[in-house]
């Protein structure tokens, strides 16, 4: 019988690990056997707090283990991305990574870059509100927050013998709605 630490996924991943390394910059077996462990170690934290079992036999935790082993692996075979680098470098531990954040993965990377354009666009919406008239009344009242600050559009979105659907956005709290 096997125990958990000699599971054939655990050795499968350790050696897929020391493949990713390239010729001129080898991941050691240290690093390798590390990051494994720590994916196994998260997957086992993430079972604990989902009150699941961390075993093999449990579907959750397989499946735990297998998707953080395959955000590690694009993340490290991704040319773009930083973090095989960060790790051949020292500059993070590869014990560490898996317990990392996707901006602290990669720092410049596509989550980053959705949450920066995010934070302009809430930024951008704030300077408009500000910017509002005080006498502004809109035709419609929010549901949410009863406010008359609200904008609309209208567009056809069904057959030409049915009336236009209107897109209604508060300007007060950003609810959005829509009626025929």
Same mark, same amino acid.
Not at 73 to 93: A, G, N, V
């Given at each position: 019988?096997?125990?958990?630490?000699?599971?054939?996924?655990?050795?499968?991943?350790?050696?897929?690990?020391?493949?990713?390394?390239?010729?001129?910059?080898?991941?050691?077996?240290?690093?390798?056997?590390?990051?494994?462990?720590?994916?196994?170690?998260?997957?086992?934290?993430?079972?604990?707090?989902? $009150?699941?079992?961390?075993?093999?036999?449990?579907?959750?935790?397989?499946?735990?283990?297998?998707?953080?082993?395959?955000?590690?692996?694009?993340?490290?075979?991704?040319?773009?991305?930083?973090?095989?680098? $960060?790790?051949?470098?020292? %500059?993070?531990?590869?014990?560490?990574?898996? %317990? $990392?954040?996707?901006?602290?993965?990669?720092?410049?990377?596509?989550?980053?870059?959705?949450?920066?354009?995010?934070?302009?666009?809430?930024?951008? %919406?704030?300077?408009?509100?500000?910017?509002?008239?005080?006498?502004?009344?809109?035709?419609?009242?929010?549901?949410?927050?009863?406010? $008359?600050?609200?904008?609309?559009?209208?567009?056809?979105?069904?057959?030409?013998?049915?009336?236009?659907?209107?897109?209604?956005?508060?300007?007060?709290?950003?609810?959005?709605?829509?009626?025929?």
């Amino acid at each position: 019988m096997e125990t958990q630490n000699q599971h054939p996924a655990r050795e499968h991943v350790r050696q897929q690990i020391t493949a990713l390394g390239s010729e001129d910059a080898p991941l050691s077996h240290a690093v390798s056997v590390n990051l494994e462990k720590a994916i196994f170690l998260y997957a086992i934290e993430r079972c604990k707090v989902r $009150m699941s079992t961390p075993s093999w036999e449990n579907p959750s935790f397989r499946h735990i283990y297998k998707q953080k082993w395959v955000t590690m692996k694009s993340l490290l075979t991704t040319k773009e991305c930083p973090l095989m680098d $960060m790790i051949q470098t020292k %500059k993070i531990k590869s014990w560490e990574a898996p %317990k $990392m954040g996707p901006c602290e993965l990669w720092p410049k990377g596509p989550y980053h870059t959705t949450r920066e354009q995010r934070r302009i666009q809430d930024a951008h %919406k704030q300077a408009l509100a500000l910017e509002d008239k005080e006498g502004y009344v809109g035709m419609f009242k929010c549901g949410k927050c009863k406010s $008359m600050k609200t904008t609309y559009y209208q567009m056809q979105t069904r057959s030409a013998d049915e009336p236009l659907t209107t897109f209604v956005t508060c300007m007060n709290c950003s609810n959005r709605w829509r009626f025929c």
